[in-house]
Nanobody, 120 residues
Framework: VQLQASGGGLVQAGGSLRLSCAASGPIFSITAMGWYRQAPGKQRELVAVFTSSGSTNYVDSVKGRFAISSIIAKNTVYLQMNSLKPEDTAVYYC???????????????WGQGTLVTVSS
């Protein structure tokens, strides 16, 4: 199983970016997909998650600015980031909890990370 993330880049404060992450390989089902980020000198934090039941959850600092969505049938998750702030600068990693077979337990997989830089 591989996760391919894309969409990072450099943007001015107040701007927008959209991150995408697609999972491929032997996938039976995905129970959750989401995004973590890690800023320089800081611990990795969960930004947003989308579950197979359709529920979403966000870290407080991005509520009202970021929106996570998913096309389950395409094993893809998106993160629309609006009103970006310099403190959003980080490497963003997508992840997915994936079952590879009917009798398999869920395993967490990670993408390679994409850099988001927000200039002031």
């Amino acid at each position: 199983v591989q996760l391919q993330a894309s969409g990072g880049g450099l943007v001015q404060a107040g701007g927008s970016l959209r991150l995408s992450c697609a999972a491929s390989g032997p996938i039976f089902s995905i129970t959750a997909m989401g995004w973590y980020r890690q800023a320089p000198g800081k611990q990795r934090e969960l930004v947003a998650v989308f579950t197979s039941s359709g529920s979403t959850n966000y870290v407080d600092s991005v509520k009202g600015r970021f929106a996570i969505s998913s096309i389950i049938a395409k094993n893809t998750v998106y993160l629309q980031m609006n009103s970006l702030k310099p403190e959003d600068t980080a490497v963003y990693y997508c992840y997915a909890n994936i079952r590879r077979g009917f009798s398999s337990s869920s395993v967490e997989y990670w993408g390679q990370g994409t850099l988001v830089t927000v200039s002031s």
